[in-house]
């Protein structure tokens, strides 16, 4: 991440942990703004989340239960957090040296304008090459613990490629429809070779003609010949059911992990 030309990096904070750690860079507007808009009056905000539909009279009765709580508790257990950015990024200069600028963003409209960071690291045999203060990739959650989406996404990952791996196993192993043919039941006028004779009785059988021969020898009587596909038929396909349960398994872990 160090070698890339921009990182954004979000934090939340409360108002308290924004003051301490950029009060003294802010202006006094700014820090009007932070009081104003993030007062004590915003800790009376309220998402209402309920599987069935909630009346407007039960909304303002939960409302009202919860702001009977002092702002000072309430802020103590929920703190009301702000969204901070963090951006940095990388701009050549007319002399073809590599400056790193820095400016912060808080909430939506609060911007503290570092500008050129004077106190980038340089080494001696690349002194116009600079990089990003920010090594590596991170995000954090609410709680400022370290998060990461490709380990809370493993196990949907192991999922995912056991699925994959049973749905391409049984396309692997599907057969096919096919009959069992007893060859001493094939006419013989169609070759003498019981193999250009079996290619040929399936040439025709595939055309619509099965062919039989009433009177080659070893028929039980006259006109009493069996046909030569003397047992049922096989069928060793997959069915399509099974596949398409597979594959919507696969879909349901493509939107749990979206």
Known sequence: MKDARKAVVRHWMTKADILASYGKDMEQSDLD??????????????????????????????????????????????????????????????????????????????YIIYGLDKDVVRTHDNPSYCTLSVNGMYLLNRSNAPYSMVLKCADLQDIYNLLHFYRDNLLANSGSVGDWVDMSMIPTFLDPDPTKRLLKFLAYKKNGVGLLDTSQEGKLSQGQAPINTIFNGFDTTIKAPAIQAIQLAIESTEQECS
Do not use: C
């Open 33 to 110: 703004k932070i009081n104003t808009k993030f007062g004590q009056d915003d800790y009376g905000s309220y998402y209402v989340k309920s599987a069935v539909p909630v009346s407007a009279t039960d909304t303002v009765s939960l409302m009202n239960s919860r702001m009977s709580t002092t702002n000072d508790q309430y802020e103590k257990y929920s703190p009301y957090y702000i969204p901070v950015y963090d951006v940095e990024w990388i701009e050549t200069d007319d002399d073809f040296v590599m400056q790193r600028y820095h400016v912060v963003r808080i909430g939506s409209d609060i």
